[in-house]
């Protein structure tokens, strides 16, 4: 049997609810800043991180994941 | 105390009249009794499954009047009766059982007092729903001045008794005008996301347990309103201090972490797991983002 893969999911919040934006997905992976923000960053407020799932929507797939940030 | 069933079909129910709803037992026993009663069928998982009490003195069939509200028509009652012995009887209204139910109360409070002082926990209030579905009187709903919450602290629902199925949160104006702003399970969460860019308009944040507005649902629950960042920075900002000396390490200095993002493996919608909420200010354009 295929092992799952742990994914990671990147949004955009604009400060209202019910409208977060997707903007990365895939494995953990280092990522740049600028590419996240799809250069739109004036138009958000938060970026929100979640692992094995989306959009607040979960799969059965335990894991833990921390992000960390280097200049 | 042996309890002597009697059956559904000795007690007959008539259909609620004006405010009140009577059932007519039939009882052969002529002794004091003490008689408790409650509703058959299933039950939601909140509801309790508490009998009633009512006393009877020699009166071998007794009229009780139960509010309406508390009455489900589709249900047949369940009656029970125990002999009450003059050693065990004791009337609700005597003030040795009001001098105790104030004492158990005080007790109730000092607890609550005491785990506000416990480390690692920022409590910052309790919102109780009593279960009794009273306006006003059936719960109590703490108000906490936004001026204490920033947008990035994360507050978390403890459930101390009962059964939560939902919590309400309240966003109140500077002229006393409640606005719903959270109606949903008791999943952690930011203010940020409760506020949506609102803080401005509101002084309070406004937690209600089973209920909204003041009017509760009769499902009985209690849960302990916890700011889980201001704990967090309690724990931490003791470690910190002692493993660095206030002196960062230049590797330490350059690498920053966000947070970490949870999922359970339950699989649920919004209490499955903990997304990391990162103000876009702290993300530079040259940033690198590493996730582990």
């Known amino acids: 049997m295929k092992k799952r893969q742990m994914y990671v999911c990147g949004h955009l919040w604009p400060g209202r609810a019910g409208t ?8 953990p992976e280092a990522t740049g800043g600028g590419p996240i923000l799809l250069g739109q960053r004036a138009r958000f407020t938060h970026l929100v991180f979640s692992v ?10 335990a894991a833990k994941m921390e992000v960390k940030k280097t200049p | 105390m ?16 004006d405010d009140a709803f009577l059932v007519n037992v039939a009882s052969t026993q002529g002794a004091m009794l003490e008689l408790e009663y409650r509703q058959a069928g299933p039950k939601w998982a909140s509801e ?74 920022a409590v910052l209030a ?48 500077s002229r006393g005008v409640w606005t719903i ?12 996301m409760i506020l949506t860019g609102r803080r401005n308009a509101f002084t309070h944040h406004i937690f209600s347990a089973n209920g909204e507005h003041e009017r509760y649902q009769r499902r009985a629950c209690t849960f302990d309103i916890v700011n889980q960042t201001a704990a967090d ?38 209490s499955g797991g903990t997304l990391i909420w990162t103000p876009i200010s702290e993300v530079k354009d040259n940033d690198k983002l590493h996730f582990t």
């Open chain 1, 20 to 27: 977060m934006v997707h903007t990365v997905s895939g494995r």
């Open chain 1, 52 to 61: 094995n799932g989306i959009h607040e929507l979960y799969i059965r797939l």
């Open chain 2, 2 to 17: 042996p309890a002597n069933i009697i059956p559904t079909a000795a007690v007959r129910s008539i259909p609620p009249v």
């Open chain 2, 48 to 121: 309790t499954d508490q009998w009633d009490t009512h006393l009877i003195s020699s009166n071998p069939a007794v009229n009780i009047a139960i509010p309406a509200q508390k009455v489900d028509i589709h249900k047949d009652w369940e009656v029970r009766v125990h002999t009450a012995t003059n050693a065990g009887f004791r009337s609700p209204w005597s003030p040795a059982v009001k001098v105790a139910a104030r004492e158990k109360a005080k007790e109730n409070t000092d607890a609550s007092t005491d785990k506000k002082d416990t480390p690692g926990h």
């Open chain 2, 126 to 173: 309790t919102a109780v729903n009593n279960g009794s579905g009273k306006y006003k009187t059936g719960g109590s709903s703490p108000a906490v001045a936004l001026s204490e919450l920033s947008d990035d602290d994360l507050l978390q629902f403890l459930p101390k008794a009962g059964s939560c199925s939902y919590v309400i949160i309240h966003g109140r104006t």
């Open chain 2, 181 to 192: 702003l959270h109606r949903g399970g008791i999943s952690p969460m930011r203010v940020g």
């Open chain 2, 233 to 270: 920075k309690k724990s931490d900002g003791g470690a910190s201090t002692s493993d660095n000396g206030g002196v960062s390490s230049p590797a330490q200095g350059t690498e920053k972490g966000l947070g970490e993002a949870v999922n359970h493996g339950t699989g649920l919608r919004k």
